[in-house]
């Protein structure tokens, strides 16, 4: 089943305990990114990955640090939480698009969600 | 600074009625404008889309209404169900522009359709 794996789901943690958040898909795509959904916000791209080894920032990166070793594979790292941090972390993934045309117009897959908790 | 504002926050609406979600934006660059559906304790999934060179899209109960001048564009819900209450939100992004990852989201609408 084609799908994007977040764990763990649920985390409580306390203030500038190290934590990561695994995030992977099994379909192949080039593109993933990290989205935080707070209420009233909607969903803030905090990174993306166009392809192994190359992240950009979204919106809101500070506080976050991603790496892409593999392509399946895209991690968000909290090296100092604070409670701010505090929210609904969503992964997606999808294909990378071509220049213009319908095909780069890409449907992002997200995962279920990791519901994040710093005291 | 919000790419992308939407309204209404919260919307009831009567089994059988239209919902009507509403978006705007400001970046003329932006060309691809989808809406994501997201229940409870899941993560968003991917409703419809349209492209600014066309003003309307229609996929069963579910239209799109894209209005290039205003900048304006709206999620139609016909028929509404009980089924079809959940958040939705909807994104926008730039595509062609080559920086195909980068979406901004609404703040998100939470429907909820009464029996």
């Known amino acids: 089943e084609a799908q994007v794996t977040q764990n763990p789901r649920y985390l409580i943690t306390v203030t500038g305990k190290k934590l990561t958040v695994t995030c992977s898909q099994n379909?192949?795509?080039?593109?993933m990114s990290w989205y935080r959904q707070d209420p009233g916000l909607g969903l803030r791209q905090i990174y993306y990955?166009?392809?192994?080894?190359?992240?950009d920032k979204g919106d809101v990166p500070e506080g976050y640090k991603v790496s892409r070793k593999e392509k399946r594979n895209f991690p968000l790292i909290l090296e100092s939480p604070s409670p701010n941090q505090t929210s609904l972390y969503f992964c997606?993934?999808?294909?990378?698009?071509?220049?213009?045309?319908?095909?780069?117009?890409?449907?992002?897959?997200f995962g279920p969600g990791t519901r994040l908790t710093v005291l | 600074q919000q790419q992308v504002k939407q309204s209404p926050q919260s919307l009831i609406v009567q089994k059988g009625g239209i919902s009507i979600i509403n978006c705007a934006y400001e970046?003329?660059?932006?060309?691809?404008f989808p809406w994501y559906q997201q229940f409870p304790g899941k993560g968003p999934a991917l409703l419809i889309a349209?492209?600014?060179?066309?003003s309307e899209k229609k996929e069963g109960r579910f239209t799109i209404s894209f209005n290039k001048s205003a900048k304006q564009f709206s999620l139609h819900i016909m028929d509404s169900q009980p089924g079809d209450s959940a958040t939705y939100f909807c994104?926008?992004?730039?595509?062609?522009?080559?920086?195909?990852?980068?979406?901004?989201f609404g703040s998100g609408t939470k429907l909820n359709v009464k029996p």
């Open positions: 990955s166009m392809n192994v080894e190359v992240t």
């Open positions: 997606a993934s999808s294909f990378r698009g071509t220049s213009g045309g319908a095909s780069s117009y890409n449907e992002q897959f």
């Open positions: 349209i492209r600014p060179d066309v």
């Open positions: 970046n003329t660059a932006f060309d691809y």
């Open positions: 379909m192949n795509h080039e593109y």
């Open positions: 994104a926008a992004s730039r595509g062609a522009a080559g920086n195909f990852n980068k979406f901004y």
